[in-house]
């Protein structure tokens, strides 16, 4: 019932209509129903086309977005390192930046492509998001269990489309990938 792409250690009958995503490092199960999946999912499409209209300028293809926990959008980013010439352009500090002000991101939802590097883990943590959305944590762990240990409900999507359009850039680019993540 779930398809492909999710990573989900178990369904229990009892909660049919609910997905766990469990932490690896401490067992903590996070409990979300299918209609939030199915809300993350569309909210994700949203930052792997900004990752795609990334690729297509060039840059590295990770893309963002700012949503409340309702489904409506705030703001869109994607990785500008390569179109700007600006390292600390991230796909979630550009849509952090372009959200403007916000009083509380308690219950906002960061959503990317891609598990957030520590710079970016800094901010979900700094600025106390609720909730982030990653596509894939494959090519890149980043600070998920950082996340997860201190408070965040982090869903990953495991989306194969997320791993397959980076793991192609990296493959074809590995230095400015290496660049990107602060590896020598
Ligand atoms: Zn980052």
């Given at each position: 019932m779930l398809g492909p792409g999710f990573r989900c250690d178990s369904i229990s009958s009892a909660f049919a209509a609910a997905a766990f995503f469990v932490?690896?490092?401490?067992?903590r199960a996070l409990c979300v129903t299918l209609d939030f999946v199915s809300l993350y999912e569309q909210m994700l499409a949203v930052a792997i086309e900004e990752a795609r209209i990334g690729l297509g300028e060039g840059g590295i293809p990770i893309g963002a977005a700012l949503f409340t926990?309702?489904?409506?959008?705030l703001s869109r980013g994607r990785n500008r390192r390569v179109q700007?010439?600006?390292?600390?352009?991230?796909g979630e500090t550009d849509a952090f930046r372009r959200?403007?002000?916000?009083?509380?991101?308690?219950?906002l939802v960061m959503v990317t492509t891609l598990a957030p590097c520590w710079y970016c883990s800094g901010l979900v943590r700094q600025f106390r998001i609720g909730t982030l959305v990653v596509?894939?944590?494959?090519?890149f762990a980043g600070g998920l269990d950082w996340l997860r240990e201190n408070g965040v409900d982090v869903i990953d999507l495991d989306n194969r489309e997320c791993r397959d359009l980076l793991a192609g850039y990296i493959a074809q680019y590995p230095e400015v990938w290496n660049e990107d993540i602060g590896e020598e």
């Open positions: 932490n690896q490092s401490t067992g926990r309702s489904g409506e959008l700007e010439g600006d390292p600390s352009v991230h959200a403007g002000r916000q009083r509380s991101y308690r219950n596509g894939e944590s494959r090519n």
